[in-house]
């Protein structure tokens, strides 16, 4: 079997390609091998820190069931699983509920075999379907969660400039990966760009992630025909802000972003409020974006780490407090990341956004 062409091959042989299409690219090729989450690879998400994560967002999922009428079946539906720890710690919590056990149908959108064959191993034989896209799960009311989803997806940027924005593309320069600009001004840009960027001064960097906004937009229009619930958690400002955030990490440290493309993953911030805009346009509420450790105290994560705790022997108790601290301290992960829930015109706050 031949090699798969390099990016480096592809650029010289193609031109430059824009930063969007660099990074949908590199994170494909890094999330075909598996990529590597957790403690011994190159970065650590909360239901990986902690099994109490998922729990609360079982009893969440539990509660909006039962406000949606107890349908049977729920689509129950996470995407990019990772390598399923999440939905495990899910799982065995609504399984504590019989009926809303048994409504649960189970769909995972993954696009990463190599993360299809774990999360199949962390379901145990629990019945499931994956899908490459959310539009293949199937009709019906909705159950939604998406942790450290959104910030995979590619975002194309834009530089200001004197005569209007210019794209940035990833081009080669003496032999290696480069950022570029496109030669003339895009003239759709302004179109695009949240209110907030169109005044972002002179050579500023700006961002926006349309795979995003038209996921956004579907599953809020699913939830407004078939009704349901979503909830997204991830990082990045609360109000669309200018500037790069574009990221790469390996082994847990920040890492050169054209370096080594598909060796370490590429993320960027997640504009909430444009992202929050676009879903109240297609017709559902929206509760936040709340920060992580906000809401995860309202959920209760204190008493439960507290009963865990009590049960634990003295290393496994240290553990878990410090998990517990490491999602809720603001100076951790608890105020960088926000939750963000889309449900029905008419649902009432769900659990953590009552006050918000
Ligand atoms: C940062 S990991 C998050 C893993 C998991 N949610 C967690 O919290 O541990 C991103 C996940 O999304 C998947 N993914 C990335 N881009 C995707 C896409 N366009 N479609 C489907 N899955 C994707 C990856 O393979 C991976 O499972």
Known sequence: MSEPESLEALIARQGPIPVERFMGLANAAYYAQGAAIGREGDFITAPEISQ???????????????????????????????????????????????????????????????????QKQALGGRPARWHDSFDEVPEGPLLLVANEFLDALPVRQWVRREDGWRERLVGVADGRLAF????????????????????????????????????????????????????????????????????????????PILERPGRADLTAHVDFQALAETAGLAGVAVFGPLGQGVWLERLGIVLRTQALIARAPPDTAHALARATQRLIAPTEMGTLFKTMALAPKTSPPPPGYEVS
């Open 52 to 118: 109490v994560f998922g729990e609360l967002i079982g009893a969440w999922l539990f509660a909006q069931w039962q406000v949606l009428g107890a349908p049977d079946p729920v689509r129950v539906v996470e995407l990019g699983p990772g390598r399923g720890a999440l939905i495990a710690d899910l799982l065995r919590v609504a399984a504590l509920r019989p009926a809303f056990a048994k409504a649960i149908d189970l769909h995972l959108v993954e696009t990463s075999k190599a993360l299809r064959a774990r």
């Open 180 to 255: 570029q600009e496109s030669p003339d001004p895009d003239p759709g840009a302004p179109a695009i760009l949240a209110s907030a960027h169109q005044a972002a001064p002179l050579g500023v960097i700006v961002e926006h992630c349309p795979t995003a906004h038209a996921l956004i937009a579907k599953i809020a229009q699913r939830i407004a025909r078939a009704g349901g619930y979503a909830l997204f958690i991830d990082y990045g400002p609360a109000a669309s802000a200018p500037g790069d955030s574009l990221q790469a990490v390996r082994r847990h440290r920040p890492a």
